[in-house]
């Protein structure tokens, strides 16, 4: 499901050979890692389901900047592109927001690409705001820079 809606939602931001070369099989044992080094509450992961199948999830922590920030971060947030438009991403960030509130952080931030304007518009009408900071991620052989995005865990 990861690897599928990264192939939707970065088609025409990142490199297509990149996308096609995504392996499930790597991804799923990077998963493994991340679930085992989970310390609910202050972090997590949530999934969306359909009909018994995953076609969304959100997961959230403690900020991983080294800047000042001392919040919460939505870590990612994905909906495979069947369901988008109809609320499952919107579910998902409240209920990572208040995962992130009942973990006791107030601000929360999350990293975007700065060419992904679905995502951009998608934040912004839930109340996020970029601030000052952006970052260059080196991946292999093509670079990518994001923005961060700030607001309350609540609103």
């Known amino acids: 499901m990861h690897v599928r809606t990264w192939q939707g939602a970065y088609r025409g931001l990142i490199p297509q050979d990149y996308l096609d070369s995504l392996d499930v099989a790597r991804w799923r044992s990077g998963w493994d ?10 972090t997590g992961v949530l999934v969306a389901e359909d009909h018994d199948e995953v076609v969304g999830f959100v997961s959230f922590g403690p900020t991983r900047d080294d800047a000042e920030l001392t919040g919460g971060e939505i870590y990612s947030i994905y909906a495979i592109p069947g369901v988008w438009g109809q609320g499952v991403g919107r579910e998902l960030m409240a209920a990572g927001l208040a995962a992130l509130a009942d973990a006791g952080f107030t601000e929360a931030s999350l990293w975007v690409l700065d060419t992904n304007t679905r995502a951009r518009r998608f934040y912004e009408a839930g109340g996020w705001s970029v601030d000052e900071a952006g ?3 080196e991946m292999r052989g093509f670079s990518v820079r994001e923005v961060r995005y700030g607001r309350p865990s609540r609103a």
Do not use: F, Q, S
């Open 33 to 42: 890692r991340v679930l085992e080094a989970m310390d609910w509450p202050g």
């Open 135 to 137: 970052r260059t991620l």
